[in-house]
């Protein structure tokens, strides 16, 4: 019974890494908006503080995000089959 009871805790946690992808990327993106609105706040007060939000809020806007989507895609995918192999023993 615990091999079942294990299955399904890989299954639940292989589909909640498999979901993250999508609750933390628009968490992020809405952070690298803010920094470049805290950018355009700052303009004139502090010119290096606004170089460096800009920078930051950039940056976080080049990153390449469908690669954060296949690396927890296929993390998850992995700790889903790992589920399958702990039901394979409780078949046994």
Do not use: C
Not at 47 to 76: C, H, R
């Amino acid at each position: 019974m615990i091999s079942f009871i294990i299955a399904i805790l890989f299954w639940v946690i292989g589909i909640i890494v498999m979901a993250s992808g999508y609750v933390v990327v628009p968490k992020i993106k809405d952070a690298a908006h803010k920094l470049l609105r805290r950018a355009e706040e700052n303009k004139f007060k502090d010119n290096s503080e606004s170089i460096a939000y800009q920078i930051e809020g950039k940056l976080v806007d080049y990153m390449p995000w469908f690669s954060y989507y296949l690396v927890t895609f296929i993390i998850g995918m992995v700790i889903f089959v790992l589920g399958f192999i702990a039901l394979s023993f409780h078949y046994r």
